[in-house]
């Protein structure tokens, strides 16, 4: 049974920084899309970055590229968002998903399995 544990989230100041963790279990990732997807009071859950597993590759939403990386410890089996420079407007309950489908890595629809969320608070 997959399992995927969030951790790190917090209040911080804007311009401050903090670094979310995804703990995935249940079984091997190397064939998976790990991502990272937020949503605040009223709003839709909207992409954030992803990760290819196995090469490494990276997927930034617009809105957070060259402030977040998304990273992977692959002996730990644990995702990583690093956030830095945060604004207000990341204020959100951040979620880490999984899917095997490479495919449409920016929809939310996509992914089979999901963390129970963490709270991240900038503010201003």
């Known amino acids: 049974q997959v399992q995927l544990v969030e951790s790190g989230g917090g209040l911080v100041q804007a311009g401050g920084s903090l670094r979310l963790s995804c703990a995935a279990s249940g079984r091997t990732f190397s064939n998976y899309i790990m991502a990272w997807f937020r949503q605040a009071p009223g709003k839709e859950r909207e992409f954030v970055a992803a990760?290819?597993?196995?090469?490494?590759?990276?997927y930034y939403a617009d809105s957070v590229k060259g402030r977040f990386t998304i990273s992977r410890d692959n002996a730990k089996n644990t995702v990583y968002l690093q956030m830095n420079s945060l604004k207000p407007e990341d204020t959100a309950v951040y979620y880490c998903?999984?899917?095997?489908?490479?495919?449409?890595?920016?929809?939310?629809?996509?992914?089979?399995?999901w963390g129970q969320g963490t709270q991240v608070t900038v503010s201003s």
């Open positions: 990760l290819k597993w196995s090469g490494g590759i990276t």
């Open positions: 998903a999984a899917k095997v489908s490479s495919s449409s890595v920016r929809a939310p629809a996509g992914y089979a399995y």
